[in-house]
């Protein structure tokens, strides 16, 4: 079992950053994607950045050359460093993990932690 807790959301203005952390506890080992998640209101849970088993990342484009995903494998953390943040940013943020292989934004996810919220006002 695998749980994940993320912290690191809140309200920043326009051009701002922010660092989300996600902890994972648990067997980690088989892990194959690591990813973070959005969904703003109204809308559908889009993929923001996923990190593969060998450190190779993935990004949506709306987010590429301002948020850097990474992880500590001593402190079994993932992490989201979101800079020149927009207002279109603003969403509910997740950490998800899923132990298949495949293109990270897409299929099934095992866990999920419980969201962290991003505000960004203009």
């Known amino acids: 079992q695998v749980q994940l807790v993320e912290s690191g959301g809140g309200s920043v203005e326009a051009g701002g950053s922010l660092r989300l952390s996600c902890a994972v506890f648990?067997?980690?080992?088989?892990?194959?994607?690591m990813s973070w998640f959005r969904q703003a209101p109204g809308k559908e849970r889009e993929g923001v950045a996923a990190?593969?088993?060998?450190?190779?990342?993935t990004y949506a484009d709306s987010v590429k050359g301002r948020f850097t995903i990474s992880r500590d494998n001593d402190k079994n953390t993932l992490y989201l460093q979101m800079n020149s943040l927009k207002p279109e940013d603003t969403a509910m943020y997740y950490c998800?993990?899923?132990?298949?292989?495949?293109?990270?934004?897409?299929?099934?996810?095992?866990?999920w932690g419980q969201g962290t919220q991003v505000t960004v006002s203009s």
């Open positions: 998800a993990a899923r132990y298949h292989s495949g293109a990270c934004f897409s299929g099934e996810y095992n866990y």
């Open positions: 990190i593969y088993p060998l450190g190779t990342t």
């Open positions: 648990g067997y980690t080992y088989s892990l194959y994607c």
